[in-house]
């Protein structure tokens, strides 16, 4: 495990960016390791989805575990997950759950800076939220376990008022609380990335959206990471969606043989 997580580790610190691809459950993983990828992480939507759930942390940790650890235990890649919300509502109980996933084989985290309450997303105080990542470093720490703490700020994905200035304070925060990387999801100008960069020095992982520069000019600003999210499943399932209402419209197989 030691291995893999500086092997994981090391990925952010080497100048060439890196594609991260989500799985949604160990078939997928399997395909991305055969297809070389050096990682892998979860798409928390699409495990949800494969399991009938929506997005938000509808599906219980319980059976995200199960997925989690099919998928650890199927590959020889480091593997990351996203954690999103942490699955509990103190810092005690989130710690809890990375000690689980320690226990699975898993490497890294993603962890939201933000909150859903009556279906409505909403930024966490920064401060606050900084306490509960230092606690969790400090308890991995003493008990010498190793896990990459990639927090995901929400600024971009929620379109916040002063967006690039909230942003700057809240990485600032969140380098203090000494978590290893910074995730900034739906940041696509080149401009407001650059400046991100220069704001922090934790590697910064971005997710494939559209309008986001090509991977070699996010290489070039000195992006480390770059997360596919859910659109391989729901690329994936498009397609499956596609050939199966062919069966029905064309009344034969030719469409999936």
């Not at 798409?43 to 199960?66: C, I, N, R, T």
């Not at 103190?90 to 699975?104: C, D, G, H």
């Not at 650059?194 to 996010?218: F, Q, W």
Request: aromatic letters at 8%; a positive charge; one cysteine or more.
């Amino acid at each position: 495990m030691a291995t893999k997580f500086k092997t994981f580790e090391a990925l952010h610190t080497a100048r060439k960016l890196f594609i991260l691809p989500n799985a949604w459950d160990a078939e997928s993983a399997i395909i991305f390791q055969e297809s070389n990828y050096p990682a892998v992480g979860t798409s928390s939507a699409a495990v949800a989805a494969s399991l009938g759930y929506e997005d938000g942390e509808q599906m219980p940790f319980a059976d995200y575990l199960v997925i989690i650890r099919r998928i650890a235990a199927s590959v020889s890649i480091p593997v990351t997950i996203d954690l999103e919300m942490g699955y509990g509502k103190t810092k005690e109980e989130v710690y809890a759950n990375t000690q689980r996933l320690i226990e699975a084989g898993v490497v890294g985290i993603n962890i939201e800076d933000s909150s859903i309450a009556n279906g409505k997303r909403t930024l966490k105080d920064a401060k606050e939220f900084a306490q509960t990542l230092e606690f969790i470093k400090k308890k991995l720490a003493a008990e010498r376990l190793s896990l990459f703490i990639n927090v995901r700020c929400d600024t971009y994905l929620l379109k916040v008022k002063d967006k690039e200035k909230e942003t700057t304070q809240r990485l600032k925060v969140y380098e203090s609380a000494g978590v290893d990387g910074i995730f900034l999801p739906f940041i696509s100008e080149e401009q407001d990335i650059a400046r991100a960069l220069r704001e922090t020095k934790l590697p910064l992982n971005v997710m494939c959206i559209p309008g986001l520069p090509d991977i070699d000019k996010l290489e070039k600003l000195g992006v480390t990471r770059l997360s596919m999210g859910p659109f391989l499943h729901n690329k994936a399932y498009a397609r499956v969606r596609e050939l199966a209402k062919k069966v029905l419209e064309q009344k034969n197989l030719k469409s999936i043989l």
